[in-house]
């Protein structure tokens, strides 16, 4: 069962940058769908950005485009999300998810299929 870990969340100004890495334990994970999701206090986990490992093909929620940009690593079994420009409205804890090889659909499944979850990592962005 793959585990994953979170890290590179804190304290950021307006306008910043930040990284934020999600190791897998399965070295089986580069084909899989990855995804970032972020939630605040009272209000639904959304999408942020997903990676199709099948074909590298990426997706973005219509917030974050142009500044957020997920990509991956396989011989670390690593997957990155590069937060740059963010706003407080990006404020959240961040998950780091996976799937399974779920080409061509990995970027429509929904939220809920994602079967393998992160701890979760805060950002907080303000002045």
């Known amino acids: 069962q793959a585990q994953l870990m979170e890290s590179g969340g804190g304290s950021v100004h307006t306008g910043g940058s930040l990284r934020l890495s999600c190791v897998i334990s399965d070295y089986s994970f580069s084909r899989w769908c990855m995804g970032w999701f972020r939630q605040v206090p009272g209000k639904e986990r959304e999408g942020v950005a997903r990676l199709d490992g099948s074909d590298g093909s990426v997706s973005y929620a219509e917030p974050v485009k142009g500044r957020f940009t997920i990509s991956k690593d396989n011989a670390k079994n690593t997957v990155y999300l590069h937060l740059k420009a963010v706003r407080p409205d990006d404020t959240a804890m961040y998950y780091c998810?996976?799937?399974?090889?779920?080409?061509?659909?990995?970027?429509?499944?929904?939220?809920?299929?994602?079967?393998?979850w992160g701890q979760g990592t805060q950002v907080t962005v303000g002045d």
């Open positions: 998810a996976a799937g399974g090889v779920w080409h061509p659909f990995c970027h429509t499944r929904p939220v809920s299929d994602f079967g393998y």
